[in-house]
Structure formats: structure tokens, C-alpha cells
């Protein structure tokens, strides 16, 4: 049960973070740099890892959950690689903007 805190609070953490970061770009114009975008795409994909994999962690600790039926773990095992795809890809193109940035300035 004990364990269970620190799970609850880089959970609370990681959407009040994350949603933050995402109304803030979305309703400042100030924030619409080429830039801002990719870190709105990059909380996103933190969201729905979080939202994958934290409530099935807290239902195992706190209510014994100990199964999960197949498609449910063939569904979230897709979503989470999925996800990891996808951000790596956005930090592959954040990283690729800035050496275009560094090695031909405009």
C-alpha cells in the first residue's frame, strides 16, 4: 500500500505538468514558435503513457487486481509501444531542427 504514493504523485504530477504545458501553448500566440509544437506533441505522448500504464499499477496495489484479460494487455502493450514510437520519432525531429538551426542559420 505503501508504494502506491509515489505512483499517485508522479501521476498527479505528470497530468497537471502535461496539461499545463498544453493549455499554455495552446492559448498563447507568444508560444507558437517552431519549437513549441513539438513540445505540445511530446506532453501529449507523455499523457497517454502515463494514462497507460499508472491506473492499471494503482488497480493491482490498491484493489488486488492481480489479472488482466488478453485484449486488454495486447491493447495496452500496443498503446504503449505506439506511444513510444511516436515520441521518439518527435525527438528525433526536435534534434534534426536544431542541428538545421546550428549548421545553416538563415
Known sequence: MRIS???????A??????????FNILTK???????????CMLSGADLVISKCIVPQALAILWFHAGELS???CISQVF???STFI?????????AFDCYIAV????
Not at 504514493?5 to 501521476?11: D, G, L, R
Not at 500566440?29 to 513540445?39: A, K, Q
Open 5 to 11: 504514493i509515489p505512483f499517485v504523485i508522479s501521476y
Open 13 to 22: 504530477a505528470a497530468l497537471l505538468g502535461n496539461s499545463l504545458l498544453l
Open 29 to 39: 500566440r507568444s508560444l507558437h514558435e517552431p519549437t513549441d509544437p513539438f513540445l
Open 70 to 72: 488478453l485484449d486488454r
Open 79 to 81: 498503446f504503449l509501444s
Open 86 to 94: 511516436y515520441a521518439s520519432g518527435i525527438l528525433l525531429v526536435m
Open 103 to 106: 549548421c545553416y542559420p538563415l
